[in-house]
């Protein structure tokens, strides 16, 4: 199952290569909205870093959403959904191996965008790295499970695209209200040590549990 | 289900028409003033239970989504949409009393700070979703399973709202209920009871009229189209 996943991952990341349809439009998102923001709050000096901690996690949810919006699309388009649930194997590898490919997305887009997030709004005296870094992969976890998910509930809907949003913004606000604290910690404020990192890898379990248990409902018949 | 009419339909609107106005008597003849917070205290004895009722019906809404995808059958689907939509219904009741009782007591319509003003917000706009799920995906197994989960998943939203708020932010609600026991004078808890009551009867109330009145439309939908000679 496992291997099954792993290899519907691949599959993904290979077509990305060769077609780069999602990663640079979401990487495009990412850097538009960070620079947007920064613009937008120029005028205000006393925003500092608190605005500048919740852009980031703000940003990063909606270009997750714009990635999840093209998750399921190949497959839709070209019929390779029905293939895959003829496939002998386990439904849940199926949503497993999409969720890591948008795990992979997500990373990778950050490692781009969050330098310059940090160029732009610290020139010195910045955030402690590896907080950021733990959390921004922790809640990549999270949104890439809760995500996933979303997307394959919403899959055959009239209204997907505007559907989507709509469904994964509310499962996703504990991950923006627990990176953001997360990020407040990073910047040296008291937020009770590592239980905001804490808080984020709860939550990957409790949604890795309970999507687990329903994936077999999932895909539909 | 198929219980005994009067157990579902009129017992609970016996119970609501007497429960319901008994609390508003109570807690305006009966229960004394609150040192704290004087007259505002009293929309405590509606905000709370209609929040709390609105969980319980979000739960009943959950639990029958989880049955619906151990049993496959439809009677459990319907069940999971009427308790999702009577949480809907009493959680915007929640989000009027709330903002109501924040102005008269903190003089802010919408305390950010407050956590279950906060996670609630979270679950309404949830559920709110879950009818957008609902209504664009067409009648079938489909339809019924992508429900059922997305009701589902609102069970581990639930707390981890709570968690995420509470790790977020500072402590601010007065808590009344501690782990001691209830904080409160015995005529404030009585009338308290007295409106969580009422308020659980209305809900089953809710219920059962709005499940009947699905159940005879699927029924007659099933006629006209036998009438049609369109067995299905």
């Keep these: ?221 | 289900m198929r219980t005994n009419r009067h157990l579902t339909t009129t017992v609970p609107l016996v119970l609501s028409i007497v429960l319901v106005p008994l609390t508003i008597a109570m807690a305006f003849w009966w229960t004394g003033e609150d040192v704290d917070q004087g007259l505002s205290q009293k929309i405590f004895y509606f905000h709370v239970p209609i929040a709390l009722t609105s969980y319980i019906a979000f739960a009943f809404g959950a639990f029958s989504a989880a049955m619906y995808l151990w049993k496959r059958t439809e009677a459990w689907d319907l069940r999971s949409y009427v308790g999702v939509h009577s949480g809907t219904i009493f959680g915007t009741l929640v989000l009027i009393t709330g903002p109501l009782w924040a102005k008269a007591s903190w003089g802010v319509w919408w305390n950010w700070g407050d956590r279950q003003l906060n996670v609630f917000l979270i679950l309404f706009l949830y559920y709110c979703a879950y009818f957008m799920l609902r209504f664009s995906l067409d009648e079938g197994e489909r339809r019924r399973s992508a429900s059922a989960i997305f009701a589902l998943l609102g069970v581990g939203l639930i707390p981890m709202s709570f968690l995420a708020v509470r790790v977020a932010q500072t402590l601010i609600h007065p808590t009344v209920f501690t782990s001691i026991g209830a904080a409160m004078p015995g005529s404030f808890l009585l009338t308290f009871l007295v409106g969580m009551a009422g308020m659980l009867s209305l809900m089953v109330l809710l219920i059962s009229v709005e499940l009947r009145g699905k159940r005879t439309a699927a029924r007659v939908l099933q006629l006209q189209r036998s009438a049609r000679g369109e067995d299905a």
């Design chain 1, 1 to 221: 199952m496992i291997g099954a996943a792993l290899t519907i991952a691949r599959v993904k990341f290979v077509l990305e290569i060769r077609r780069r349809e999602v990663i640079f439009a979401m990487l495009l998102f990412l850097a538009a909205t960070i620079v947007i923001v920064r613009v937008a709050l120029s005028g205000d000096t006393g925003a500092g870093t608190r605005a500048a901690a919740g852009m980031l996690w703000a940003a990063v949810v909606f270009t997750a959403v714009l990635g999840l919006l093209r998750t399921f699309a190949a497959e839709h388009e070209g019929g390779v959904i029905d293939a895959l649930l003829l496939a002998p194997i386990d439904r849940a590898s199926i949503w497993l191996g999409t969720a890591l490919a948008q795990f992979g997305f997500l990373t990778a887009i950050e490692l781009v965008a969050v330098p310059v997030w940090w160029a732009l709004f610290f020139q010195g005296g910045g955030p402690s790295v590896g907080t950021v870094v733990i959390a921004l992969l922790l809640a990549n976890v999270g949104i890439a499970l809760v995500g996933t998910l979303s997307a394959a509930l919403a899959l055959g809907a009239r209204t997907r695209d505007v559907l989507l949003p709509v469904l994964v913004l509310p499962l996703l606000l504990p991950v923006v209200l627990g990176g953001v604290t997360a990020t407040y910690g990073a910047f040296g404020e008291e937020v009770g040590g590592l239980r905001p990192l804490g808080f984020l890898a709860l939550y990957d379990l409790v949604f890795l549990a309970l999507a687990w248990g329903t994936s077999e409902h999932l895909l539909g018949d």
